[in-house]
């Protein structure tokens, strides 16, 4: 995160095929953490209007900007399995399999 960087990041939210769920938009010196509970509500949402749906996400794959405790709890108590990169601990591309889906999407 750049405090001082101009412009908007761009949140996207895809199935496992890359198929984009949910898109959203925010000022590019806010972290990209704070993109995520509102994306998930609105996915929520979404998925309990679709007719035959068999239920909701049950894992988030993401990188370690998202490794915070506060949203981990949040993420357990939606019932999405949080897959994220630990800080420090765990090496970021562990989760590149998964997380390719995403750079494809966006490009």
């Known amino acids: 995160m750049d405090r ?3 412009g908007s990041t ?9 198929l984009p769920l949910v898109i959203g938009l925010s000022a590019g010196n806010v972290h990209d953490s704070h993109g995520l509970k509102p994306m998930a509500i609105v996915l929520h949402m979404r998925q309990r209007s679709w007719e035959g749906h068999a239920g909701q996400a049950v894992k988030l794959h993401a990188d370690q900007a998202y490794d915070i405790p506060e949203l981990r709890r949040w993420l357990a108590r939606q019932r999405i ?3 994220i990169a630990r800080k420090g601990i765990e090496p970021d ?12 999407t966006i490009a």
Not at 11 to 16: E, W, Y
Not at 93 to 101: E, I
């Open 10 to 18: 761009l949140h996207v939210v895809s199935d496992r095929h890359g």
């Open 93 to 104: 591309d562990r989760l590149g399999r998964y997380r390719w889906v995403i750079g494809r």
């Open 4 to 6: 001082g960087k101009p």
């Open 81 to 83: 399995e949080p897959r």
